[in-house]
């Protein structure tokens, strides 16, 4: 009992489910709080639903954590980057690990079934998508955008909670999520573009190579234009309009200074993607 709960072993449970780097579930929930804030109804009612998708994405995003470890504990022993994760290292066993995945997606169904029948079940549509997600970097180099579908989810339970159908503006909204998740793992999967190679393992970065940059502004673009036109589509506001262009416009130029060959400059610009999404959160909020 004492090996469970010491504080090492504690510290160990953190870093699997990531809470060390809360970048990872802050990136879950921001799709999901840019469905809220598309809600014409922009009053205190809604705030039990922005604490159910931030518990809701920490709970999951700790829980997908898990599984991409269980599944990856082979190709993590190889990478520098992932070497040294709780399960890679064996300071925490496979049964540990399931227990606690347990654990987290029993908290997760409590939350989920806060919601209408609808909603609920789009909920659970999403297991596949989150089970085969870990596997897709061994046949495909887009498993980027298997992350991008799972973590743009929350918008189209968010419409289906809401409007009981998935909207045009939220379908919209979704898919500007995945060229944003496009976006930002990429960079992220540029920190180990090397070892990824080494290991015969793919990803976006790896397929990119030195275009890796002007795409993954490309990206960032669609992912904005696509958000664009969702809030216009509701509030016709032509304002809305020359705010995005201008949020379009520096974040292309802020990218002008990434590195894609250092794992430092990747890591940076891979975290201030959570200042792009609060960003992106005022603006669906204001118009």
């Known amino acids: 009992m004492y090996n469970v709960i010491n504080p090492i072993k504690i510290k160990y449970f953190v870093n699997l489910i990531r809470l060390n780097k809360p970048i990872g579930f802050l990136l ?3 799709p999901c709080w840019f469905a809220l804030a598309e809600l014409e109804q922009k009053n205190f009612l809604l705030i039990q639903w922005y604490f159910y998708f931030f518990i809701g994405a920490l709970l999951m995003r700790s829980s997908g954590c898990i599984i991409n ?8 022993q190889k990478i520098q980057r992932t070497i040294y994760r709780p399960l890679a290292s064996n300071k925490i066993t496979i049964l540990e690990s399931l227990i606690l995945l347990f654990f987290l997606l029993i908290l997760s169904l409590i939350i989920l079934l806060q919601f209408k029948k609808i909603a609920i079940l789009f909920g659970f549509l999403s297991i596949p998508l989150i089970i085969i997600y870990p596997f897709l970097k061994r046949y495909t180099y887009w498993p980027q955008i298997g992350l991008g579908l799972v973590f743009s989810w929350g918008i189209l339970i968010a419409s289906m909670q809401f409007y009981e159908k998935i909207t045009l503006s939220y379908l919209l909204l979704y898919i500007g999520c995945i060229f944003w998740t496009l976006a930002y793992d990429t960079i992220y ?3 180990d573009r090397q070892d990824d190679i080494i290991n015969n393992i793919k990803s976006t970065a790896v397929l990119f190579g030195n275009k890796g940059k002007i795409l993954v502004k490309i990206f960032y673009t669609l992912f904005l234009g696509f958000i664009a036109y969702a809030n216009y589509y509701n509030s016709q506001s032509f304002l809305s309009l020359i705010t995005i262009f201008c949020l379009i416009l520096a974040i292309v130029f802020y990218l002008n200074k990434w590195d894609p060959n250092s794992k430092e400059s990747c890591d940076f610009y891979f975290r201030f ?5 609060l960003l992106c959160f005022a603006y669906l909020f204001v118009f």
Do not use: E, R, S, T
Not at 273 to 277: D, K
């Open 28 to 30: 879950l929930m921001w």
């Open 189 to 191: 999967a540029y920190q």
């Open 69 to 76: 470890d269980l599944v990856d504990i082979k190709i993590d």
């Open 273 to 277: 993607n959570n200042i792009i999404g």
